[in-house]
T-cell receptor, first 112, second 113 residues
Framework: NAGVTQTPKFRVLKTGQSMTLLCAQD?????MYWYRQDPGMGLRLIHYSVGEGTTAKGEVPDGYNVSRLKKQNFLLGLESAAPSQTSVYFC???????????FGPGTRLLVL | SQKIEQNSEALNIQEGKTATLTCNYT??????LQWYRQDPGRGPVFLLL?????KEKRKERLKVTFDTTLKQSLFHITASQPADSATYLCALRGGSTLGRLYFGRGTQLTVWP
């Protein structure tokens, strides 16, 4: 049981470049989430999904898109990266809306 | 808008003492509150959940209280150890918000020998 995995672990982008962060979970969880964590800001929800084929906006969705084509995967895309998107990105999953969230190890993104 | 405040950014205590971390919230009526632990370079790990109708929850050396009148949760670690050094996050979820948690900024706890 790998839990929640994220790829890549670290990435450097130039302004304007695009990339996709992949999150995978093997716990058969319905709910999946993408957060960003910045110093002094805490974890902020970017987008989330309540099931395969669904997505919804969180607190800070601008500049990001997501897709949940398979239940076990949740992709976060940056179409045109900006320095303000330099952050640590965490994916999480939960069985339902009440259950605790299980987090991945994070992806560190640096946008130059 | 909702606001969650954790008492301080850093807390330093001696091994064996009880660490008490505070989480205060405003403009919010959470259905439940969770506490997570986060080690440097890693994702948060769930510790305890307490519901709005519960006053206290315990797990081994951990204890959480929830006072909806004061809009406050206290997180206690008794007989603290250097291995308890980490950042502790509180998170709240309202009854009507589908799975969304709102996190505090965290308190960095250091337990020195």
């Amino acid at each position: 049981n790998a839990g929640v995995t994220q790829t890549p672990k670290f990435r450097v982008l130039k302004t304007g470049q695009s990339m996709t962060l992949l999150c995978a979970q093997d716990m058969n969880h319905e709910y999946m989430y993408w957060y960003r964590q910045d110093p002094g800001m805490g974890l902020r929800l970017i987008h989330y999904s309540v099931g395969e084929g669904t997505t919804a906006k969180g607190e800070v969705p601008d500049g990001y898109n997501v897709s949940r084509l398979k239940k076990q995967n949740f992709l976060l895309g940056l179409e045109s990266a900006a320095p303000s998107q330099t952050s640590v990105y965490f994916c999480a999953s939960s069985r339902d809306r009440v259950e605790t969230q299980y987090f991945g190890p994070g992806t560190r993104l640096l946008v130059l | 808008s909702q606001k969650i405040e954790q008492n301080s950014e850093a807390l330093n205590i001696q091994e064996g003492k009880t660490a008490t971390l505070t989480c205060n919230y405003t403009n919010y009526s959470p259905a439940y509150l969770q506490w997570y632990r986060q080690d440097p370079g890693r994702g948060p790990v769930f510790l305890l959940l307490i519901r709005e109708n519960e006053k206290e929850k315990r797990k081994e050396r951990l204890k959480v209280t929830f006072d909806t009148t004061l809009k406050q949760s206290l997180f206690h670690i008794t007989a603290s150890q250097p291995a308890d050094s980490a950042t502790y996050l509180c998170a709240l979820r309202g009854g009507s918000t589908l799975g969304r948690l709102y996190f505090g900024r965290g308190t960095q706890l250091t337990v020195w020998p």
